[in-house]
């Protein structure tokens, strides 16, 4: 588990180390706050996995929320 925490964050400083100067040279401000996030995002999605802790699925959000719209019209269209 440490091996892999100390790889991921090894691999995120060496990203950060090859685009985050080319970005700031051409003053590409919208797309290094985007690279920014998408990064974050993905090292936190790996890090999480990496401590082994169970992450929920999207999905069950996703029928959370539209399930009792889609009971609403399956029992209009009955």
């Known amino acids: 588990m440490l091996k892999s925490i100390v790889g991921i964050i090894f691999i995120t400083i060496g990203i950060i180390w090859v685009e985050v100067p080319a970005l700031l040279k051409k003053k590409q401000i919208k797309e290094l706050v985007c690279f920014s996030f998408f990064l974050i995002s993905g090292v936190v999605t790996g890090l999480?996995?990496?401590?082994?802790?169970?992450?929920?699925?999207?999905?069950?959000?996703?029928?959370?929320?539209?399930?009792?719209?889609?009971?609403?019209?399956?029992?209009?269209?009955q």
């Open 48 to 77: 999480i996995a990496a401590m082994q802790i169970d992450l929920p699925n999207p999905y069950d959000w996703i029928r959370v929320i539209y399930s009792p719209i889609s009971d609403w019209i399956d029992n209009i269209l």
